[in-house]
Every structure is written in structure tokens, then in C-alpha cells.
């Protein structure tokens, strides 16, 4: 195998040490016998997968359909497809930030993955990253790891990708308006996922820093109107999209059009919220996991509001998709969504590997 530019790679090594057969547990680590170390010792490293290659290797139309299922699955809460519990947070307090972990087993299709991601609360024009993200792919029978990968680029893209399942869901067919609030990462992913799966006649974007948001709308390819009032852009759009760092209230129930449809994905902490008491009471909220939602939404647990449905018990067709009415997908994200991009990509890196 090469790199882009010609050279040999680096050995994939990801930790190495001499057994001197003395411990108990490097004696644990050898066999006795004439097959020599055991099958965890002899396991390959694993291989690391930096961010050019897993945009290179994540296409949002292999993605979806792999998520779609995935979430269909979880909603069955059968133990022999997910396994996963809510996400461990663990504080950062000196760093303005936490750390979350997110395991998840899927038995039947052999695939155990964690994600590390950290998250903090930068200073305006801060030049440390808000969100740093790492995928860890295992052997389920073996547990040894089997490969590293930037997390950062399947985050944002599986959220995207849930986000228009979601909106595919249900939004009304006949949709034309687009709004995303936020210019971030995650308002580039759903950007492109959402023009790249549906026909809108308008996309409309908003920052409260409206330098950033011309920067952000410079980078599309396609034509973006820009304000700098949220009621402005939101005021009559059929899909809203929030991907804002926002901890207090800033979309209005009283601007969102009857039979709407909301996809919110910022405020991912119980003391965070982006969509007010009103939209949250009156609209159908839809999430992708109940547990997730009623520990970790500040805009399901502050505002009270009703969890109708799981975006699976709507693909499963246990929930009907209420299109007529005002919905909110509300999305925290869950380690089942890490897991399956991981495993495309994984499968992928062989395949193309195999074949140089």
C-alpha cells in the first residue's frame, strides 16, 4: 500500500512490548501448547484511519439506508441487535468541557465500537477546537482493537445523515423552504446532506455574526439567502435545522408554520436548550432514543414536553409519522450511529487495501 503522495505508510503499530514470561499475566498471554501465543497475541495491530481517508470512504448514500436500519433496530430494544447504555459524561471543569464515552455492541453483525469525543465552551475567537472525536472499532471476540479513526468527520456526518432521515420521516413531501440555524461543522453536514437528498427551492441560513454566516454561504455550492434574524429565516420555511452552540431558548413556537418540521440538534445537555416551552409543547417531538432524550435534552426536560415516538418506532411502524403536524426531532446522538459508519468505513479501508 502507498500514500497519496507515493511513500510507504508507517507500520500500523499500536503497542509493542518483549514478554518475559515471568508475570502471570504475560504467562496468560502464551500458550502451552505447540500453536505458540494465543489468538488475542497474534491478533494484527490495528490500523489508524486519519481524516483524509474517511471522507474519502463516508458517502452519504451508503450511509443512510446503514443508519436507517441501525435505528430500526435499536428501537426493537432486542439485546441480540444493540447493546448500548446512555452516554458516560465525564466533566472537564478546568477545561470549560466533558468527555463522553459511547459504547455499542451489535451482536448479530459483530461489531463492537466506543467513541471518545470532548467537547468545551470556547471563548470568542479561540483557536483550540470545540469538539475533538475519536472512533475505536474492537474484535467482539477477541477484544483487542482493530482500528483508530478520526472522529470528527463521522460525527458530523451521522448527524447530518440522522437529521434528514428524520426529515424524510416527516417533513411534508411537498417541502421547499430550508432554514439552518448555526454556520458550524454540523451546519455544513446537514447542509450537504439535506441539498444532496431533497429538492429544496430555498435555503436559508442564519449566525448571529452575519461575517461568518457570508463565510459559511461563500463555501456552498448551491444559492443560500442570509439574515441576521432568526425570525426572518424561520418565518414561513417548511424544514429547520438548529445547529447552534446556543444555551438559552432562540427559536420562538410562535414563528414556526403549522406542520413544520424541526430537526434539533444542538443544546446536548439537561441545563441547554435552543427551541422554547411553546414549539416543544405543541409540536409532535419525535427522538432518536427515550433514555438519551430524558437525561441529556434540556429542551425535553426543562420544557416538560411529551416524547411521542423513536425515529425506529416509526421506520418499525410501531409510531405513525405525523406529516400534517408540527414535529421536533429532537437528536443527541447515540453510539449505534458511531458504529455503523465505523464498520462501512472499516470494511471499505480492506477492501480497497486488499486490492493494492
Request: aromatic share 6%; glycine share 6%; hydrophobic share 40%.
Amino acid at each position: 500500500m502507498k500514500l497519496q503522495d507515493g511513500s510507504a505508510p508507517a507500520p500500523r503499530i499500536f503497542a509493542s512490548r518483549t514478554l518475559s514470561g515471568n508475570s502471570s499475566s504475560e504467562r496468560s498471554l502464551v500458550q502451552t501448547g505447540s500453536s505458540g501465543l494465543s489468538a488475542a497475541a497474534m491478533a494484527e495491530p490495528p490500523v489508524i484511519i486519519w481524516r483524509e481517508e474517511v471522507e474519502e470512504l463516508l458517502l452519504y448514500r451508503d450511509l443512510v439506508p446503514l443508519l436507517e436500519e441501525a435505528l430500526g433496530k435499536f428501537s426493537t430494544r432486542d439485546t441480540e441487535e444493540v447493546i448500548q447504555s446512555v452516554r458516560t459524561a465525564v466533566p472537564l471543569s478546568k477545561h470549560s468541557g466533558f468527555m463522553l464515552l459511547m459504547p455499542t455492541y451489535m451482536e448479530k453483525d459483530a461489531v463492537l465500537c466506543t467513541k471518545f469525543v470532548c467537547m468545551y465552551k470556547r471563548e470568542e475567537g479561540s483557536t483550540l477546537p470545540a469538539v475533538n472525536a475519536t472512533v475505536v472499532l474492537l474484535d467482539p471476540e477477541r477484544g483487542n482493537v482493530k482500528a483508530v479513526m478520526d472522529g470528527e468527520v463521522i460525527t458530523a456526518m451521522r448527524t447530518a445523515a440522522v437529521s434528514a432521515i428524520s426529515s424524510k420521516l416527516l417533513m411534508d413531501p411537498g417541502a421547499e423552504v430550508l432554514t439552518i440555524l448555526g454556520t458550524g461543522t454540523q451546519a455544513l453536514s446537514h447542509y450537504n446532506v439535506f441539498t444532496e437528498m431533497f429538492s429544496f427551492k430555498e435555503v436559508r441560513v442564519w449566525s448571529r455574526s452575519i461575517e461568518r454566516a457570508e463565510s459559511f454561504v461563500r463555501s456552498l455550492k448551491g444559492p443560500v439567502t442570509v439574515s441576521s434574524s432568526v425570525e426572518e429565516v424561520v418565518r414561513g420555511a417548511d424544514v429547520i435545522v438548529t445547529v447552534t452552540r446556543c444555551t438559552e431558548p432562540i427559536l420562538m413556537g410562535r414563528w414556526v408554520k403549522p406542520g413544520a418540521h424541526v430537526a434539533a440538534v444542538g443544546a446536548c445537555r439537561p441545563d441547554r436548550r435552543e427551541l422554547d416551552d411553546t414549539l416543544m409543547k405543541e409540536a409532535v417531538v419525535y427522538v432518536d432514543s427515550r433514555e438519551g432524550a430524558m437525561a441529556e435534552s434540556g429542551d425535553v426536560i426543562l420544557s416538560g414536553a411529551e416524547i411521542f415516538a423513536e425515529l425506529g418506532d416509526v421506520i418499525n411502524r410501531v409510531k405513525p409519522a405525523l406529516r400534517n403536524k408540527t414535529t421536533v426531532f429532537k437528536s443527541l446522538g447515540m453510539g449505534i450511529e458511531d458504529a455503523v459508519p465505523a464498520k462501512l468505513i472499516f470494511d471499505k479501508w480492506k477492501a480497497k487495501s486488499s486490492s493494492l
